[in-house]
C-alpha cells in the first residue's frame, strides 16, 4: 500500500512513503552503505565515517520508502531539479574528511556525478534490507519511482547499474528499462570492484501516474 501524500498508514504488509520519514536517517544510511558501499568505499571509507555522512545530508524529498511494521525495509533515491538523495557539498565533504583527505575524495565522487536531461529523472540507487528481498519490495520502489516521474511531467527514467550486480539489473529489466550502452572502465576494478557500467532507460507513461489512478 501506499500514501504518498501523507506518509505510511499502517495496514500489515509493506508500505511505501513518498519521502524519507524523520529520524530514519541512519537507518537508511545502513541500508545505502550496505549496498552501494563497496562502489562507494574509495570516496567515503571508513564505513562508521560514510555512513555518518549520508545520514547528516539525505534530501528526505528526494527518496521513497519502503515500511514495515514501521522500520524501514527498502529505499530508493532519485535525482530531479538539481536535488538528488544523497547531498553534501565541497565543504561538507572537507570538513568530514579534512582537506588532505578529502580533496582526493572529491575527485572520485565527481566520477558519480549525473546530471539529469530535460524531462528526465535519474534514479540514485535501490536497497532493500537481505531480510526482506524476495517479497517484492524493491518492486514496489520501483513503482513509486515511476509515480513520481509521472507526476512530475518526466517523460523518461534514466539509470546506472554495474556489471556485478546482475540481481539489480534484472529486476529493473522486469520493469521495463532496457539497455542503452555500456561504459567499460577496468581502471576502476581494483580501485571499485567493478569494471563496466550500463546506462538504462525505461519511458513514462500517463498510466504510472498516481494522479491518473
Known amino acids: 500500500m501506499t500514501d504518498h501524500e501523507n506518509g505510511p498508514v499502517a495496514h500489515g504488509g509493506p508500505v511505501v512513503c513518498r519521502r524519507i520519514p524523520e529520524g530514519t536517517e541512519e537507518r537508511v544510511a545502513e541500508l545505502y552503505w550496505g549496498a552501494f558501499g563497496h562502489k562507494l568505499g574509495p570516496a567515503l571509507n571508513p564505513p562508521g565515517t560514510a555512513r555518518g555522512f549520508i545520514a547528516a545530508h539525505l534530501h528526505h524529498d528526494r527518496g521513497i520508502a519502503a515500511l514495515v511494521d514501521g522500520e524501514v525495509v ?3 533515491g532519485y535525482q530531479l531539479g538539481g536535488r538528488a538523495l544523497t547531498g553534501g557539498g565541497t565543504r561538507d565533504v572537507l570538513a568530514a574528511y579534512g ?22 529523472l535519474v ?87 498516481r494522479e491518473e489512478r
Open 74 to 76: 527498502g529505499v530508493a
Open 99 to 120: 582537506s588532505f583527505r578529502g580533496l582526493p575524495r572529491l575527485l572520485l565522487l565527481a566520477l558519480f556525478s549525473r546530471t539529469p536531461a530535460a524531462h528526465e
Open 123 to 209: 534514479m540514485d540507487g535501490i536497497a532493500v534490507s537481505p531480510e526482506c528481498r524476495g517479497r517484492g519490495i524493491g518492486s514496489l520502489l520501483l513503482t513509486e519511482i515511476a509515480a513520481v516521474a509521472a507526476d512530475h511531467g518526466c517523460r523518461r527514467i534514466r539509470l546506472d547499474v554495474i556489471d556485478v550486480n546482475p540481481r539489480a539489473r534484472a529486476l529493473y529489466e522486469r520493469h521495463g528499462f532496457t539497455a542503452a550502452r555500456t561504459e567499460h572502465t577496468p581502471y576502476l576494478r581494483g580501485l571499485m570492484g567493478f569494471s563496466a557500467v550500463t546506462t538504462m532507460y525505461r519511458p513514462v507513461t500517463a498510466a504510472d501516474s
